[in-house]
Structures are given as structure tokens and as C-alpha cells.
């Protein structure tokens, strides 16, 4: 079109071209080019004698933990004391964006970093239900960056005896015992077993003898009673506890008359260690004490049983925080 033609029309002159300015774009980050650019640093860490033994040192088997659910494990502040230990604080948990909710799970990445080196990616995760008021979101968010520690440490070998089914078979012999739902009865869930006091080892595989117990200081004998033997009447050093019965003897006990058989059968009773060997005992030494005993010390020995039982059960589960 002519100058002309364009005045005619009334134009003078053509409009500039107005140009936007670029945006940028936002690239989705190619994570294989990520993780090729850390292949490098694969396997750089140095760790001293010192440190390697503090990391690598075996698992304390009387911190180790039992779910529910039998499944074995750690808790996670001790993670953190060997890390401590054997770094300082020239490691941590980098977190990959904020925690995501899956279903009734917190999932959470996080890459391990040690001395400035990424050493491992893992994602850590947690259950959570919105209905429990004893765990928020964020307790939740916490309990995946715990899961994440553990299975950074995991990565890199420490405690790996945790995952070796010989060590958490002779674990569960040893620590952990099965005991009925408190919350359902029809239910059976593990638990750890109570702790056993070095002066009382022995009483796992057998009864404690009188020397035994003579050779104990009475002070010593009571708080280990106390802390023991949930449930029962504190113990004396000095033998049983048991005022002198006047049930009638009733039954024969062969050379023993019934109430000093039932002191016997009591005292073995309560100096067991945990729920397995009280109901071991019971299984192979029940039907004999029926026989032998009048009835009325068999029924205040099968009370007995019920009350240690019920003990071992309520501690254990206060042990677990209830749950």
C-alpha cells in the first residue's frame, strides 16, 4: 500500500511493533543429570578408625525395641548418638520439598549428607490416622524424618544386625514374648519382656535358691522385687513372705503337707523374670500343684498366677507408652 493510499485513509504513519518481554520457562529438573553429577562423589568419605568403630559397633540388644507387630527395631535417638559420636555435627538430613500425605501415610524425602557429601537418597514414612489426637501432622511429619534417619544409616551399614534374621530370632527368644490386646482381648501382639537385673540372671533358667537370695542386700533384694515382679507383694531377702496358712492340709503332698508346698510353689512363682517362664512353669508344674494342694491354696496359687500375669501384661504395656 502506498504512502498515499495510507493518508487517505488517514493513517501518517505505521505503528511500532511492541514486543513482549520473554518469560521464563520453567524446565522440569532432569534428575538422572542430577544424580550422574554425584556419581563423583561415590565412596569419597573418610572415616577414621575411631569413627568407623563407633558407627559400626554392634547393636546394644537391651536398646533394641519390638513393635506390636513383632517387627524389631532401633529407636532413633540412638542413630543420632552414633552419628554425634563419631561426626560431630558434619552430617544431616536434607529435606526434598515438604512432607506429602498418601492414604493414611506421612512420606517424606530426604538425602543424607555427611561433610558436605550427599552419601544416600532415602524417603522415610509414618502412619497416621486424623483422628488420633495423640499424633498432629507435624508428629507425624517428625516420626517419616526419623523413618528417613534410620534407613540413611541403614544405607550406609549401621546396625545392619537388625535386618539379619538369626540376630531377631535370638532377639525375640531372648527380650520379647507375645501377650493378649489389652484393647482386644481376641488379639495377640509382642512386646519387650521386662528388663532382668544382673543378680537375678539365674532365675531365668531356674528358681533362685535361698543362698541366692541370702547373698543379696536387703534394700537391693526389695527394689529388684519391686521392679521385677509387677503385681505381687514386695519379696524379703530373707525367704517368703507368707504368714503361716491355716488351711487345712486336705490333700497329701508326699512328704511335704500342703501349706508348705504352697509357700514353695508362691515364692518360686513370683521370682520369675517375665510372662514366658511364669506361664512355662505353670504348663509343667500346674496339674501337680492341684494335686498336691488343698483346694483353697490352689485357688489363692491360681489367683496368684493371674495377679503376676496381669502385672507383667500392665508393664510391659506402660513400657510401650500404651501403645
Known amino acids: 500500500m502506498s504512502d498515499e493510499i495510507m493518508k487517505s485513509e488517514g493513517n501518517t504513519e505505521l505503528p511500532a511493533k511492541v514486543e513482549e518481554p520473554k518469560q521464563p520457562q520453567t524446565k522440569m529438573v532432569d534428575f538422572g543429570a542430577e544424580i550422574e553429577k554425584l556419581l563423583p562423589l561415590v565412596g569419597t568419605i573418610q572415616l577414621s578408625d575411631t569413627e568407623k568403630s563407633i558407627l559400626y559397633a554392634p547393636v546394644d540388644e537391651n536398646l533394641v525395641e519390638i513393635r506390636t507387630d513383632g517387627l524389631v527395631y532401633l529407636p532413633w535417638m540412638h542413630y543420632v548418638t552414633r552419628l554425634r559420636n563419631a561426626l560431630g555435627i558434619s552430617w544431616g538430613l536434607i529435606p526434598v520439598g515438604f512432607p506429602k500425605t498418601k492414604g493414611d501415610m506421612v512420606l517424606w524425602p530426604h538425602w543424607f549428607i555427611i561433610r558436605g557429601v550427599p552419601v544416600s537418597f532415602v524417603i522415610g514414612e509414618q502412619l497416621w ?87 543379696m542386700e536387703a534394700a537391693e533384694a526389695v527394689k529388684v522385687a519391686n521392679e521385677l515382679f509387677p503385681g505381687s507383694e514386695v519379696i524379703g531377702p530373707t525367704g517368703s513372705h507368707m504368714p503361716p496358712t491355716e488351711i487345712p492340709e486336705g490333700k497329701p503332698a508326699d512328704t511335704s503337707p500342703s501349706a508348705t508346698l504352697f509357700v514353695k510353689y508362691h515364692d518360686d512363682m513370683v521370682r520369675f523374670a517375665h510372662i514366658s517362664i511364669l506361664r512355662d512353669w505353670w504348663l509343667k508344674n500346674g496339674a501337680e500343684a492341684e494335686l498336691k494342694l488343698h483346694p483353697n491354696h490352689f485357688k489363692l496359687l491360681v489367683e496368684l498366677k493371674d495377679k503376676l500375669r496381669q502385672g507383667f501384661i500392665d508393664k510391659a504395656m506402660k513400657e510401650k507408652g500404651g501403645k
Open 129 to 215: 490416622d486424623s483422628n488420633n489426637k495423640r499424633m498432629s501432622w507435624s508428629d507425624a511429619s517428625e516420626g517419616a524424618r526419623s523413618n528417613a534417619l534410620m534407613r540413611a544409616c541403614k544405607s550406609i551399614g549401621i546396625t545392619l544386625e537388625l535386618w539379619d534374621p538369626a540376630f531377631i530370632r535370638q532377639w525375640i527368644s531372648k527380650f520379647a514374648t507375645q501377650v493378649p490386646d489389652p484393647k482386644k482381648p481376641d488379639k495377640i501382639i509382642w512386646v519387650k519382656s521386662v528388663a532382668i537385673h544382673p543378680a537375678l540372671e539365674r532365675g531365668v533358667e531356674k528358681m533362685l535358691t535361698p543362698e541366692d537370695r541370702l547373698g
